[in-house]
């Protein structure tokens, strides 16, 4: 049986499952001057890289990148039907009061384990 180049390359990587995506964590690694919105506190702002050493101003809403199950954690969405006051404590350690049974508890999570950045310079979770 023999085959074509564009054959074995075409199989190889639906073998290997090649995929454009990269890793939702790290865009502290590469971005600065991250802050909370003043506005609109839910969006995270950012100065990042992209391109031949070009930087953009990007931004996300945290609300399509966490939620609140007790804890504030990456993934899911939804986290501010729960959690208010939040603020960034460092560059990417966001700190919230949430709604802890009958009372308020003060959460926190890293968001430099929850956003990524990717090759435009765009953030995402």
């Not at 639906?14 to 971005?31: P, Y």
């Not at 930087?55 to 804890?71: E, M, P, V, W």
């Not at 939804?78 to 009958?102: F, I």
Request: charged letters at 15%.
């Amino acid at each position: 049986m023999q085959f074509t180049v564009v054959q074995l390359i075409t199989s190889g990587l639906l073998l290997f499952g090649a995929s454009a995506t990269f890793a939702a964590n790290g865009f502290a690694n590469t971005c600065t001057h991250t802050s909370l919105n003043t506005t609109e506190p839910r969006w995270l702002q950012a100065v990042c890289p992209y391109g031949n050493g070009q930087q953009r101003y990007a931004g996300i809403d945290l609300d399509d990148c966490l939620s609140y199950n007790g804890n504030l954690v990456c993934g899911g969405s939804g986290y501010s039907q729960e959690c208010y006051g939040c603020e960034l404590t460092g560059s990417t350690n966001l700190t919230c009061r949430c709604d802890y049974g009958d009372s308020d508890a003060t959460k926190d999570v890293d968001l430099n384990t929850c956003i990524g950045i990717d090759a435009e310079g765009e953030l995402y979770c």
